[in-house]
């Protein structure tokens, strides 16, 4: 099934310029929560005029945003992301010596994490369509959480919008980031980081590659779509950067690349009880091919010309 033009229509840019990269598996689990019956994988498929890549599934916008306001993620937060730590830096680099009020939009701020480690200073408001978590990170921040576009005030505008791993749950990314311009001030910028579609492992595993394997994950963005995007809406790139997820000792890296080589060749129903018979204590499905080895996290910051 490699590379096999489909003529499917592209979710982001509608072109039937596609073709498939593989079949993705099927999955009983969602956002971090256990699922049941086991979710359709569909397939992964590239659009060349536009250079997402996406998952071609019976999975309805609709449909995924029922699943996302089913309760609060299991998911365990890890404090060391380096998404978080790049947008920190930025901020406090591009406004340390501004002397008016910046105000900051947070898209899909979950349980309010990131909001909360933003100096206080600034004015800081957070969209987030689960409702019981945009409840707790309202608890959290005592900041304005909106669990809908539509609530934003529509005079209100911002000097930075960021979303960090979030744009890989919308189906179409360009739908979702041009609305968010009109919501910048004029010299305002638009900070989107999730996986790089187009990092080495992805190319080389293929629908196996970790990222896609999260039903969840719908469109997968890159530079190369970056750039796309930023000229068709007169905007400059002023970062463009790959980065590590998490900061890992060099072997357990080489160790991570191996494994995954190793549970490339393996069919996926096998995962669960070769990694049990390694560790009593792993309670995972499926081996994450390619997760923690490389460079697989992309920081992009849109600026309006």
Known sequence: MQNKKSGIICNN???????????????????????????????????????????????????LNDLYDGGISEWTVAENRNDWKLLL????????????????????????????????????????????????ARK????????????????????????????????????????????????????VSTGDADNALSKIFGAKWWYYYFPEHVA?????????????????IINSSTFYYHDLPVFKRFKLLVMSFIFSLIDSSLHKRILGFINKNDTSLRFQIGKGVSKDHVFIVFQKK
Do not use: M
Not at 23 to 28: D, E, T, Y
Not at 106 to 114: A, K, T
């Open 13 to 63: 840019c509608k072109s039937t310029n596609t073709f498939t990269l593989g079949q993705l598996p099927n999955v009983s689990e969602f956002a971090g929560k256990k699922i049941q019956p086991a979710i359709i994988g569909g397939l992964l498929v590239q659009c060349s005029s536009c250079n997402i890549k996406f998952r071609h599934s019976e999975l309805e916008q609709a449909d």
């Open 89 to 136: 830096k930025f901020i406090q680099t591009r406004y340390s010596n501004q002397k008016k009020e910046i105000s900051i939009l947070d898209i899909g701020c979950n349980r309010g994490e990131v909001l909360a480690k933003i100096d206080s200073k600034h004015k800081r408001y957070g969209l987030e369509i689960n409702s019981t978590a945009a409840a707790y």
């Open 140 to 191: 959290k921040t005592d900041l304005t959480i909106w669990t809908d576009y539509d609530k934003i005030p529509a005079k209100l505008k911002f000097d930075l919008i960021y979303s960090t791993d979030v744009i890989e749950h919308l189906s179409s990314p360009n739908a979702f980031l041009e609305p968010l311009l009109e919501l910048l001030n004029d010299d305002g910028v638009l900070v």
């Open 220 to 236: 997968f963005i890159s530079k190369r779509w970056a750039q796309l995007f930023a000229n068709s809406n007169n905007l400059d």
